[in-house]
């Protein structure tokens, strides 16, 4: 009989771009990972990475539940959850973020603001009652962006759901800490760089790079309970910061 331990268990919502790179610095770190999207295509992209692929929809609380059942009946338990996958909804036509405020649309809020928030509510939820009740250490990140921080013209639905995500991750980490469940907030303030290189003549400098996100994910994961960080803000040094 071997003596080994069990392989730590993840589950990455979304596997394009930062969750790709997700799944394979942890695979390749040795996790049994679960990838998870909506869809086959983007499953098909990352079964090459040795992570368990399952469809799956993070906005949908019964899907995300029977994807961690799924995951704790072959790997044992799950000791992180990942929420990567980007939270579109509606018709999002029109200028990024929903535009300005006096000209936007109607019914611009449920798309840029209330998707978002709504999503980030399903998985934080669902994911804290599944982890209470398997008891334990665990982590869980929710990946977001600048707009989390402040508003910006022209964006302001879109900060007002990314102020949603903000709120919500910070209330669950109030709310799961006490029970040894690690919740952490990645804003990831900047464009994300396409995981297969920027289109040819498109300067990165002032990209996230996917693969140093995924290493900042894990460091989340692999703290301790002495020295938990609930807010973690990534900045490339070419982008503007606001303190």
Known sequence: MSTEPAPRSAVVFGARNLGRAVIERLTSGGWAVVAVARSQATLDGVATTGAVVLQGDITESASVRQVLVQAAESHGRVDLVVNAAAPYGGDRRGPFGGGRLSE?????????AAAPARAAFT?????????LEQGGPATVVQV?????????PGRGL????SFGVRALSNAAALELREHGIHVALLIVDAGIEPIG????????EALA??????????FLAE???RGATHELQVTPLAERWVP
């Open 123 to 131: 998985f934080l939820s669902t994911v804290g009652a599944f982890l």
């Open 223 to 225: 703290q301790g309970a």
């Open 197 to 204: 290189g920027a289109p040819p003549g498109q300067s990165t």
């Open 144 to 152: 977001t962006g600048g707009s989390a921080r402040r508003a910006m």
């Open 209 to 218: 790079d996917p693969r140093a996100l995924a290493r900042a994910v894990e």
């Open 104 to 112: 936007a649309a109607p019914d611009a809020f449920e798309p840029w």
């Open 158 to 161: 879109w900060a007002a759901g």
